[in-house]
């Protein structure tokens, strides 16, 4: 049972345009959603989250959406830029130790 | 501060064999915690200290699997008896506070059971 998932396995943007990740959950209860950066060979890096009582945050070039009557957040990267190609990872917490994970979404930026 | 550390970066072993894995954790970090991670899936939470306390096991994958953190610093995670399926990337993170101010990862552990 998936209760973070992430429908698109990759993405390919041009360099400078928007970038648009899309996550959705099933459970209710989850109190923050966190989205992740990950490159190949290293851990994930946390980018930016958000409480279940807001429906946005930013912070630089990375905006995080969050609708909750559709179970549906989104990160949004503007400009997007080379270095931003990596593996996105949303995740959401059901508690205060506990993270559940998407499968990732493979942005590529091209020049 | 270099972050979490874990160790080794890579091994290899073969199946039915025990292997010991090593994460260091940001010093001024309370919490750590273990995550496996399989090819084209997201970190699957494994276990988790606060201090030396081990405060949640249960979704560890089997009984070969054992983690401890004897002073509250470092932590190892054990397995016994490998397994081919026990084959994946083994991530610790830390954290100051609670997982949704966000954690800290090391570089992980890739284990390959041949």
């Known amino acids: 049972d998936q209760q973070v998932k992430q429908n698109s396995p990759s993405l390919s943007v041009q360099e400078g345009r928007i970038s648009i990740l899309n996550c959705d959950y099933t459970?209710?209860?989850?109190?923050?959603f966190l989205w992740y950066k990950k490159y190949p060979a290293e851990g994930p890096t946390f980018l930016i989250s958000?409480?279940?009582i807001k429906d946005k945050n930013e912070d630089g070039r990375f905006t995080v959406f969050l609708n909750k009557s559709a179970k549906h957040l989104s990160l949004h990267i503007v400009p997007s830029q080379p270095g931003d190609s990596a593996v996105y990872f949303c995740a959401a917490s059901d508690s205060n130790y506990q993270l559940i994970w998407g499968a990732g979404t493979k942005l590529i930026i091209k020049p | 501060d270099t972050g979490v550390s874990q160790n080794p970066r890579h091994k290899i072993t073969k199946r039915g064999q025990n292997v010991t894995f090593r994460c260091d954790p940001i010093s001024e970090h309370n919490r750590l915690y273990w995550y496996r991670q399989t090819l084209g899936q997201g970190p699957e939470f494994l276990t988790y200290?606060?201090?030396?306390?081990?405060?949640?096991k249960s979704r560890l994958l089997s009984d070969r699997f054992s983690a401890e953190r004897p002073k509250g610093s470092f932590s190892t995670l054990e397995i016994q008896r490998t397994e081919q399926g026990d084959s994946a990337m083994y991530l610790c993170a830390s954290s100051r506070g609670r997982a949704n101010y966000g954690y800290t990862f090391g570089s992980g552990t890739r284990l390959t059971v041949v």
């Open positions: 459970n209710s209860m989850f109190d923050y």
């Open positions: 200290f606060q201090n030396e306390a081990q405060l949640e």
């Open positions: 958000i409480s279940s």
